[in-house]
């Protein structure tokens, strides 16, 4: 089971507190998935947008003018997960959407599981797996 709890960025609740009420509303919501489904990685702000990082960034969101949109870094997690995104508008590595409401929440923690595995975190379960263990880096 982690031990530690994601480090918070003040950078990243400054740009939260930039967005008006209903967005920063949403975006919270996402950061907290993000770092329950992650508890090891390090927040931080790249190219404008808040960013997960387990050595490497793994996951990023932000408001843009007109949708939000939720940025997978490396990998194939949207592309293996197709099907349970496809109502939504997704790109390569990128989904977009208009409400939280439109996400399907255990999909999207499930695939930032995934990320950080990917990066060689063995302590987030996957439902395959089921076991957990203490985190190390491969």
């Given at each position: 089971?982690?031990?530690?709890?994601?480090?918070?960025?003040?950078?990243?609740?400054?740009?939260?507190?930039?967005?008006?009420?209903?967005?920063?509303?949403?975006?919270?919501?996402?950061?907290?998935?993000?770092?329950?489904?992650?508890?090891?990685?390090?927040?931080?702000?790249?190219?404008?947008?808040?960013?997960?990082?387990?050595?490497?960034?793994?996951?990023?969101?932000?408001?843009?003018?007109?949708?939000?949109?939720?940025?997978?870094?490396?990998?194939?997690?949207?592309?293996?997960?197709?099907?349970?995104?496809?109502?939504?508008?997704?790109?390569?590595?990128c989904?977009?959407?208009?409400?939280?409401?439109?996400?399907p929440?255990?999909?999207i923690?499930?695939?930032?599981?995934?990320?950080?595995?990917?990066?060689?975190?063995?302590?987030?379960?996957?439902?395959?797996?089921?076991?957990?263990?203490?985190?190390?880096?491969?």
């Amino acid at each position: 089971m982690p031990t530690k709890k994601t480090n918070l960025d003040p950078a990243v609740a400054k740009y939260l507190a930039s967005l008006p009420e209903a967005d920063r509303i949403v975006l919270e919501e996402l950061r907290g998935w993000i770092t329950k489904a992650a508890p090891l990685a390090t927040e931080g702000m790249a190219y404008g947008m808040p960013t997960y990082l387990l050595a490497e960034p793994i996951v990023a969101y932000k408001r843009q003018k007109n949708h939000f949109s939720l940025y997978f870094c490396g990998g194939e997690a949207v592309s293996r997960h197709a099907e349970e995104l496809r109502d939504l508008d997704v790109g390569k590595g990128c989904i977009r959407f208009k409400k939280l409401a439109d996400l399907p929440k255990a999909t999207i923690v499930q695939m930032v599981k995934e990320a950080a595995q990917q990066h060689g975190f063995r302590d987030l379960p996957t439902p395959a797996a089921g076991k957990k263990g203490g985190a190390m880096m491969a």
